[in-house]
């Protein structure tokens, strides 16, 4: 089964600063799909960024990009230039591909990110 | 653009009452999936449905039950609650060959046991 970690329950950083949070999973299949949602105090869950695992190329989206690293199952969110609006608890999830037994969208356990002003 | 509807935003019911949670997918979209996250944690995946036939099943507790009707909204039932219920249901809806969109999630409800 596939399994979503994300080892800093709670990290804080600067405003304008840059941040990273740590993601690692577990599978056995080669193409699946990895996202991160953000849940801000409203607890919307909001899509951040989006990855697929055949694509090389670290998916960029504004401030925020990921480090994609297939070999090592990580995937890991970059905040450029935090902003106080980004305060929220990240989730990182993972998704295989379309036609198997399940979509269902497994998630890690979540980092709180306080951004100081 | 039309997003995913959840119906009510909150709920306060009492012990060993029935609850009924609503919601309505984005148009075009012939998958819904609920998640229980209770606080300070992740969400847990419920229950899915593609095309009013259940997909997968999670963590659902026998007390719950749920359906997708025609018009592709769907229904979490929930009888005998319990304090422990007491959590944000979110709802989300997809096509099934969505990829790399994802979900897109509803504001979801929240659920009081008191």
């Known amino acids: 089964a596939q399994t979503v970690t994300q080892s800093q329950p709670e990290m804080s950083v600067q405003e304008a600063e840059t941040v990273t949070l740590s993601c690692t999973y577990d599978t056995s299949e080669s193409n699946y799909y990895l996202f991160w949602y953000k849940q801000p105090p409203s607890r919307q869950m909001i899509l951040v960024i989006r990855?697929?695992?055949?694509?090389?190329q670290n998916a960029t989206e504004n401030r925020f990009s990921v480090n994609f690293q297939k070999a090592a199952k990580s995937f890991s969110l970059k905040i450029s230039d935090s902003q106080l609006g980004d305060t929220a608890m990240y989730f990182c999830a993972f998704r295989s591909p379309d036609g198997g037994a399940t979509n269902k969208l497994i998630f890690g356990t979540g980092t709180l990110l306080a951004v100081q002003p | 653009a039309a997003g995913v509807i959840q119906s009510p935003r909150h709920l306060i019911k009492e012990k060993r009452e029935t609850a009924t949670l609503k919601c309505y997918p984005i148009p075009r979209h012939d998958t819904v999936y609920w998640y229980q996250q209770g606080p300070g944690q992740d969400p847990q995946f419920l229950i899915s449905f593609y095309e009013k036939m259940q997909s997968d099943k999670g963590s659902i507790p026998d007390r719950f039950s749920a359906q997708q009707f025609s018009d592709y909204h769907s229904e979490l039932n929930m009888s005998s609650l319990e304090l422990g219920d007491s959590a944000l249901y979110f709802c989300?809806?997809?096509?099934?060959?969505?990829?790399?969109?994802?979900?897109?999630f509803g504001s979801g409800t929240r659920l009081t046991v008191v």
């Open positions: 990855q697929e695992a055949y694509k090389q």
């Open positions: 989300a809806s997809s096509s099934l060959m969505a990829g790399l969109y994802g979900y897109t």
